[in-house]
């Protein structure tokens, strides 16, 4: 057995799905998957993405990071995606954004194709840097992270 068959059913095995960078439209490596006809909630990549505006202080970053932590693996396990010039670079499928701000919203619905946005659970909270010190931003985020997690277990 050569190497690379034996990385996939040891992939396969752990239920690991390997990523490939792509140029159009969000993919997924295993050829088993029909591209078009798989939708957000039913692609076994990410669970959950975060949408991060460029340029996040370490502070602002290091609250973020404990905040989703709290909210267990899932969300502790979230890509951090940053939005530079408006653009997107190579954002996964997931069943869930959580885009901070409403710039990195919209450029999130730039680049993601219309049957996936459908799919997915999109939740817009405030900028990370509003939630270093407004009380009611961070009340937000928690109910924002609260709705994700509650969405990600009614699909699977």
Request: charged share 20%.
């Given at each position: 057995?050569?190497?690379?068959?034996?990385?996939?059913?040891?992939?396969?095995?752990?239920?690991?799905?390997?990523?490939?960078?792509?140029?159009?439209?969000?993919?997924?490596?295993?050829?088993?998957?029909?591209?078009?006809?798989t939708?957000?909630?039913?692609?076994?990549?990410?669970?959950?993405?975060?949408?991060?505006?460029?340029?996040?202080?370490?502070?602002?970053?290091?609250?973020?990071?404990?905040?989703?932590?709290?909210?267990g693996?899932?969300l502790?396990?979230?890509?951090?995606?940053?939005?530079?010039?408006?653009?997107?670079?190579?954002?996964?499928?997931?069943?869930?954004?959580?885009?901070?701000?409403?710039?990195?919203?919209?450029?999130?619905?730039?680049?993601?194709?219309?049957?996936?946005?459908?799919?997915?659970?999109?939740v817009?909270?405030?900028?990370?840097?509003?939630?270093?010190?407004?009380?009611?931003?961070?009340?937000?985020?928690?109910?924002?992270?609260?709705?994700?997690?509650?969405?990600?277990?009614?699909?699977?």
């Amino acid at each position: 057995m050569n190497a690379s068959l034996r990385q996939h059913e040891v992939n396969r095995l752990l239920g690991l799905s390997p990523m490939r960078l792509r140029s159009r439209g969000p993919t997924v490596a295993d050829s088993t998957m029909a591209p078009a006809a798989t939708s957000a909630a039913d692609m076994p990549g990410a669970a959950c993405v975060l949408i991060l505006p460029a340029g996040c202080g370490a502070a602002a970053l290091d609250m973020l990071g404990r905040a989703v932590q709290a909210y267990g693996p899932v969300l502790a396990r979230a890509a951090r995606i940053e939005v530079r010039d408006g653009r997107l670079a190579d954002v996964p499928a997931a069943r869930a954004y959580l885009a901070f701000g409403s710039e990195q919203a919209q450029a999130l619905g730039r680049e993601l194709p219309a049957a996936v946005l459908a799919a997915a659970e999109v939740v817009l909270v405030d900028p990370p840097t509003a939630l270093q010190g407004d009380g009611a931003a961070k009340r937000r985020l928690w109910t924002a992270m609260r709705a994700v997690r509650r969405a990600l277990r009614s699909r699977t």
